[in-house]
């Protein structure tokens, strides 16, 4: 199992650029969700999905767009990239039926994103 | 929104000694779930441990433990017999229930930084 995978681990925009970080995960997962990772901030809750069709906003969604097309896939769009935007994303994934909504969270390597 | 206090940026503990790092929560609900997660260099994010609310006795894990206080709201962790390869960031993080309006999303701490001397 690859478990939740992100891609790119790394990357460098520009300000006012635009990119898709990508997630996948491959458990069947009804839940996924993307966080940002600031020093000193711990990880903030950006979008999340309990499954195809359905995304919300978390505390920090501003600048962020989400899809959910399919169970696997959970991408993350920045419209118009601006230096608050660098930090280390995650993108995470669960359980959320009934009798499973105790399981942990599974988590990706994390994409690391610099705005210049 | 649930908050979760970490009280220590940064613990120190010598190999082979025990160490507790603190966690405290603010919660109306009486269904929820909490995590620890460890954090090392390779920036990967591990589950350590698990408690559920409302099971009283304590989660271990080998060498980690819990003490979970429900009243107090309290969440330490105590790690035994530190090894080397324990200095990481470690992270408390709380869950609500399925049935509650914010859905199956984790608020985390601001973690606590862990050096673990030879």
């Known amino acids: 199992n690859a478990g939740v995978t992100q891609t790119p681990k790394f990357q460098v925009l520009k300000t006012g650029q635009s990119m898709t970080l990508q997630c996948a995960q491959d458990?069947?997962?009804?839940?996924m969700s993307w966080y940002r990772q600031d020093p000193g901030m711990g990880l903030r809750l950006i979008h999340y999905s309990v499954g195809a069709g359905i995304t919300d906003q978390g505390e920090v969604p501003n600048g962020y767009n989400v899809s959910r097309s399919t169970t696997e896939d959970f991408p993350l769009r920045l419209l118009s990239a601006a230096p608050s935007q660098t930090s280390v994303y995650f993108c995470?994934?669960?359980?959320?039926?009934?009798?499973?909504?105790?399981?942990?969270?599974?988590f990706g390597d994390g994409t690391r994103l610099s705005i210049l | 929104a649930q908050t979760v206090t970490q009280s220590q940026p940064e613990m120190s503990v010598q190999e082979a000694e025990t160490v507790t790092l603190s966690c405290t929560y603010d919660?109306?609900?009486?269904?929820?779930?909490l995590f620890w997660y460890k954090q090392p260099p390779s920036r990967q994010m591990i589950l350590v441990i698990r408690q559920e609310a409302y099971k009283q006795q304590n989660a271990t894990e080998n060498r980690f433990s819990v003490n979970f206080q429900k009243a107090a709201k309290s969440f330490s962790l105590k790690i035994s017999d530190s090894q080397l390869g324990d200095a990481a960031m470690y992270f408390c993080?709380?869950?609500?229930?399925?049935?509650?309006?914010?859905?199956?999303?984790?608020?985390f701490g601001k973690g606590t930084s862990l050096l673990v001397t030879p």
């Open positions: 993080a709380y869950r609500n229930s399925y049935n509650s309006n914010s859905g199956y999303a984790l608020n």
């Open positions: 995470a994934s669960s359980y959320s039926s009934l009798g499973r909504y105790n399981q942990p969270q599974h």
């Open positions: 458990m069947n997962h009804e839940y």
């Open positions: 919660t109306s609900e009486s269904d929820y779930y």
